[in-house]
């Protein structure tokens, strides 16, 4: 699996950190091993102008997820790729000081809100989604699932 973290955010965010933390989860969604993910740590005037181009909101969000490749059996849970090639999953784009925000009025360490959002990018790249209610208790169920897995310290 290759997993690919850029710190454009001005930061100092730990990549390796995120790279382990993506993997892990990519792992326990059982994506193929020769996937392809993309993890953007961005500031709020990048992710804010990315949310008013693909989402059409105004604003900084936490993040946003650009599927590149899913499976045509969504509901499988299960991402599947031919042997022997390698695949883009896509990318997802977090904005670090909206992270470090919420990770403070949450009372939780930064590396929570890293963790959940990590999750959440993931889940949206391999279709899940929170339209509507019945798509949004799957969704958080799953989230809750994974996250209740990642070791955090």
């Excluded at 997993?3 to 995120?18: A, K, M, P, Q, T």
């Excluded at 604003?59 to 059996?73: I, Q, Y």
Aim: glycine residues 4%; negative net charge; hydrophobic residues 40%.
């Amino acid at each position: 699996m290759s997993i690919e973290v850029l710190d454009e955010s001005g930061r100092d965010v730990d990549v390796r950190r995120l790279s382990t933390l993506a993997r892990f989860v990519m792992d326990r969604m059982r994506v193929h091993a020769l996937a392809e993910l993309c993890i953007k740590a961005v500031d709020e005037q990048t992710i804010a102008e990315l949310n008013a181009q693909w989402m059409e909101k105004e604003g900084p969000t936490d993040v946003l997820a650009f599927p590149l490749w899913t499976s045509a059996e969504k509901d499988a849970e299960v991402f599947y790729l031919p042997p022997e090639e390698t695949t883009p999953v896509g990318e997802i784009v977090i904005s670090y000081p909206q992270a470090a925000r919420q990770a403070r009025e949450g009372k939780r360490p930064i590396r929570s809100e890293m963790a959940l959002l990590i999750v959440h990018g993931v889940l949206h790249l391999l279709g899940y989604d929170h339209v509507d209610s019945r798509q949004e208790d799957h969704m958080w169920a799953k989230q809750d699932e994974v996250l209740a897995k990642i070791p955090l310290k």
